[in-house]
């Protein structure tokens, strides 16, 4: 399904991410991003950059279990942030999620996000 791939060549991935991953055959997932909305109630959850990277992970987790599979089947990721200062931590929190073989990643600081959230992840994922 996917494999990971690395080279010397360039520099190395300094958090929880790969460098590439190959993906092959199955079916392709694409998550649309997450904000921290609670399903429940549909409000910003309340908290530091910690709970909210935590509530869109878990957000994530739900679309991925909708589709049929897993964190280990994400191939690549994109994190938004407001404030590119909460790297670190989201960085932490999002490699909670990955400690094996974590997906090739882009992370970038954008002007705002949706409902004033300080965080905002998409994912692809590929499914044997």
């Known amino acids: 399904m996917k494999r990971i791939l690395s080279t010397p060549a360039a520099p190395q991935a300094i958090g929880p991410y790969s460098q590439a991953v190959e993906a092959r055959g ?3 997932l694409f ?15 309340a908290g530091d950059i910690d709970a909210q990277t935590t509530r869109v992970m878990e ?13 280990e089947h994400v191939v690549r990721t994109t994190i938004f942030l407001a404030d ?11 490699g909670r999620y990955f ?3 974590p997906p090739a990643r882009a992370t ?7 409902r004033g959230a300080r965080v905002e992840i998409d ?6």
């Open 26 to 28: 199955g079916r392709t």
């Open 31 to 45: 998550l649309s991003g997450q904000i921290p909305l609670d399903p429940a109630t549909g409000e910003l959850v």
């Open 59 to 71: 957000n994530l987790r739900a679309v991925l279990t909708a589709g049929g599979a897993g964190f």
């Open 84 to 94: 590119l200062g909460d790297f670190a931590r989201v960085n932490a929190a999002y």
């Open 99 to 101: 400690p094996g073989e």
């Open 108 to 114: 970038v600081q954008v002007a705002a996000l949706p």
């Open 123 to 128: 994912a692809i994922a590929v499914v044997e």
